[in-house]
């Protein structure tokens, strides 16, 4: 038990910014999945228990064990959080000159001939698109039709009702005032749907031209967290499965 604890957190540390090759979730996704069962290439024993009710949460009828393909990416979802809250440092502007010059992070593409590092960053980054959105402040640096800014996952996006705005009009379109600051209600519940205009006119704005803030919308601080708690799992097993080949 110990030896193989040591080697599975040793296995972590060395892939903790790289693509875990795996298997497919509906399959047996590592090799540790034998090794509960005490299966060996000579004595194949029964598993009692699929991979996924291994790996779900005990409060939800599993037993709490980490996937680690889902652990895996996790974490290289936080490395791509780091490029997306931290622009201004030394790695996301060496890597923005060399594959987004001109875009966001969330915008940026695979390139040509990208790095097995880049690759594994942008594998972290669709666990991103489950759950940040932007905190509005002044609403300036945010798109209304573009961007993620709604508390509504997964897609944090809003559902257009009838708009006489342009299609890339910032949020601050929607808001009223300089020091005292508030959301046009009328403007909102003409543009947007019953449900969504409930939403944006529930979203505090304060005072201050600030910049406008990715948010993680599953924690209370609004920053991203591996814990698999803070991240729903559904939407990451989906992301996370390798497309099966085609058979001709």
């Given at each position: 038990?110990?030896?193989?604890?040591?080697?599975?957190s040793?296995?972590?540390?060395?892939?903790?910014?790289?693509?875990?090759?795996?298997?497919?979730?509906?399959?047996?996704?590592?090799?540790?999945?034998?090794?509960?069962?005490?299966?060996?290439?000579?004595?194949r024993?029964?598993?009692?228990?699929?991979?996924r009710?291994?790996?779900?949460?005990?409060p939800?009828?599993?037993?709490?064990?980490?996937?680690?393909?889902?652990?895996?990416?996790?974490?290289?979802?936080?490395?791509?959080?780091?490029?997306?809250?931290?622009?201004?440092?030394?790695?996301?502007?060496v890597?923005?000159?060399?594959?987004?010059?001109g875009?966001?992070?969330?915008?940026?593409?695979?390139?040509?001939?990208?790095?097995?590092?880049?690759?594994?960053?942008?594998?972290g980054?669709r666990?991103?698109?489950?759950?940040?959105r932007?905190?509005?402040?002044?609403?300036?640096?945010?798109?209304?039709?573009?961007?993620?800014?709604i508390?509504?996952?997964?897609?944090f996006?809003?559902?257009?009702?009838?708009s006489?705005?342009?299609?890339d009009?910032?949020?601050?379109?929607?808001?009223?005032?300089?020091?005292?600051?508030?959301w046009?209600?009328?403007?909102?519940?003409?543009?947007?749907?019953?449900?969504?205009a409930?939403?944006?006119?529930?979203?505090?704005?304060?005072?201050?031209?600030h910049?406008?803030?990715?948010v993680?919308?599953?924690?209370?601080n609004?920053?991203?967290?591996?814990?698999?708690?803070?991240?729903?799992?559904?939407?990451?097993?989906i992301?996370?499965?390798?497309?099966r080949?085609?058979?001709?």
């Amino acid at each position: 038990m110990v030896c193989f604890l040591v080697a599975h957190s040793l296995d972590v540390y060395e892939k903790d910014e790289k693509v875990l090759d795996v298997a497919n979730d509906d399959e047996e996704p590592y090799y540790g999945i034998s090794y509960w069962w005490g299966s060996t290439t000579e004595n194949r024993k029964i598993h009692w228990a699929s991979w996924r009710t291994l790996t779900t949460s005990k409060p939800l009828g599993g037993l709490g064990f980490k996937d680690l393909r889902i652990f895996n990416l996790a974490i290289l979802g936080k490395q791509a959080w780091r490029l997306l809250t931290q622009p201004s440092s030394l790695l996301a502007r060496v890597l923005q000159a060399k594959y987004y010059p001109g875009n966001s992070f969330m915008e940026a593409k695979l390139g040509h001939r990208p790095s097995w590092t880049w690759r594994s960053i942008l594998e972290g980054r669709r666990i991103l698109f489950v759950g940040c959105r932007k905190q509005i402040f002044s609403g300036r640096n945010t798109r209304i039709w573009g961007d993620r800014w709604i508390p509504k996952p997964p897609t944090f996006t809003p559902s257009l009702r009838h708009s006489t705005l342009p299609r890339d009009a910032p949020v601050s379109s929607l808001i009223i005032g300089n020091s005292d600051r508030y959301w046009n209600a009328d403007l909102v519940r003409d543009t947007f749907t019953l449900d969504d205009a409930r939403l944006i006119l529930s979203l505090p704005l304060c005072a201050g031209n600030h910049n406008d803030r990715w948010v993680w919308h599953f924690t209370k601080n609004g920053k991203y967290s591996v814990k698999s708690r803070t991240i729903p799992l559904s939407p990451i097993r989906i992301a996370s499965r390798k497309p099966r080949p085609h058979l001709l």
